[in-house]
């Protein structure tokens, strides 16, 4: 086994801290991670709960997500919650024992990004979990964050629920960006977990009608019993989608204003233009292919606009009232639970990568 080197130093008196490393394709290990030293603004958390996520997959399958390559052992995770164990000298709003949920991102604060208010699109962004940066995640049973980066639950909303926060930000984001409201019909491609978190969303901004596409019946299933008005099993063959395209509009018994597109296929973006109505707009979440050709010239022609998504930005406060209120239930999403050992790991993560009926896996510290 391959044991991890690190230029941190812990003192022999501290609980020593443990995380999920990643050391090559599938490949992991529970491993040492000593902490860096709290900073005046920062805090200690006692990590309690993580959800695995697409893009940890990825590192697990192949080592790279998109074109971020993971070419050194790196701990994994980014949607977490926790128990906050200590404070910086400076932090004054969070207290110990604090039940809180993270925001993973960390920005410079100082690009035009930044200081324009979109900093999720900063390009000195470090990210738990990322190889982008090798900024090393939250799959640990402690790390140290930002304190303006936590953010305290109420007492109704989980541990769990608030490790949710992170893929329901997406949705949220989404749904902003699309300003989808009660006058906004949505079709949703893609059922896995953030094309149900999209759905989510969408109901709770007040999308009347959803309709929402896969090509596993399983998915479909989940995302009926999560409220989706109408469901509908489509091929990955690009020869069926004119057929396809008059299956959805008839599901939709109406315009379909926005599109979102959460899986980023030729098939699903073309078909996403084709079916939104004049003056619409199509969402592009998914990123599965990094250049795509699509009919784009006819969509201009009939003013659909085109935008996409980047993770989030300004989405905790809100997410947290949502599940306060119950406006939205993320809990049926998550769809099994491990706990941290060497065994539990290596199941989840194979779990998680062979999809199926598994939505949201979850690690209890």
């Given amino acids: 086994m391959m044991i991890i080197n690190t230029e941190m130093s812990q003192s022999e008196d501290e609980e020593i801290n443990m995380a999920a490393w990643i050391l090559g394709v599938k490949n992991l290990s529970i491993q040492p991670y000593p902490l860096p030293s709290l900073g005046p603004h920062d805090v200690k958390i006692r990590?309690?709960?993580?959800?695995?996520?697409?893009?940890?997959?990825?590192?697990?399958?192949?080592?790279?997500?998109?074109?971020?390559?993971?070419?050194?052992?790196?701990?994994l995770g980014h949607e977490c919650a926790g128990i906050i164990q200590e404070l910086g000298t400076q932090v004054q709003s969070l207290a110990v024992g604090d039940r809180v949920a993270l925001e993973p991102g960390i920005s410079c604060q100082t690009c035009n990004f930044c200081k324009g208010g979109r900093y999720n699109l900063c390009r000195g962004m470090k990210f738990f979990g990322s190889a982008s940066t090798h900024t090393h995640g939250s799959l640990a049973t402690m790390v140290v964050h930002p304190a303006n980066l936590c953010f305290k639950l109420p007492d109704n909303v989980s541990l769990e629920e608030g490790a949710m926060i992170e893929p329901l930000s997406v949705?949220?984001?989404?749904?902003?960006?699309?300003?989808?409201?009660?006058?906004?019909?949505?079709?949703?491609?893609?059922?896995?977990?953030?094309?149900?978190?999209?759905?989510?969303?969408?109901?709770?901004?007040?999308?009347?009608?959803?309709?929402?596409?896969?090509?596993?019946?399983?998915?479909?299933?989940?995302?009926?019993?999560?409220?989706?008005?109408?469901?509908?099993?489509?091929?990955?063959?690009?020869?069926?989608?004119?057929?396809?395209?008059?299956?959805?509009?008839?599901?939709?018994?109406?315009?379909?204003?926005?599109s979102f597109d959460c899986v980023g296929y030729n098939k699903t973006m073309s078909t996403s233009l084709n079916v939104t109505t004049s003056g619409g707009k199509v969402c592009l979440i998914g990123l599965a292919q990094t250049e795509m050709t699509v009919p784009l010239t006819p969509a201009a022609a009939r003013e659909v606009d085109v935008?996409?998504?980047?993770?989030?930005?300004?989405?905790?406060?809100?997410?947290?009232?949502?599940?306060?209120?119950g406006k939205i239930d993320?809990?049926?999403?998550?769809?099994?639970?491990f706990g941290f050992s060497q065994k539990e790991l290596e199941e989840a993560f194979e779990t998680s990568a062979q999809g199926g009926n598994a939505i949201k896996i979850m690690f209890n510290l």
Avoid at 316 to 321: A, D, M, V, Y
Avoid at 330 to 337: E, G
Wanted: hydrophobic letters at 45%; proline letters at 4%.
């Fill in 47 to 75: 990590i309690k709960a993580v959800g695995i996520c697409g893009s940890d997959v990825h590192y697990y399958k192949t080592m790279r997500c998109a074109n971020f390559i993971a070419n050194k052992p790196m701990v």
């Fill in 171 to 258: 949705g949220v984001h989404a749904c902003r960006r699309a300003n989808i409201s009660p006058d906004t019909n949505v079709l949703i491609i893609g059922a896995g977990p953030i094309g149900l978190v999209v759905s989510l969303a969408a109901r709770a901004f007040g999308s009347p009608r959803i309709v929402m596409v896969d090509v596993d019946n399983t998915r479909l299933s989940i995302a009926k019993d999560l409220g989706a008005d109408e469901t509908i099993l489509v091929s990955t063959s690009i020869q069926d989608m004119e057929k396809e395209v008059v299956q959805i509009q008839n599901a939709m018994r109406s315009k379909i204003h926005v």
């Fill in 307 to 325: 935008i996409g998504i980047f993770r989030y930005r300004n989405t905790w406060p809100l997410c947290i009232e949502l599940l306060r209120t």
């Fill in 330 to 337: 993320i809990k049926p999403l998550i769809s099994h639970r």
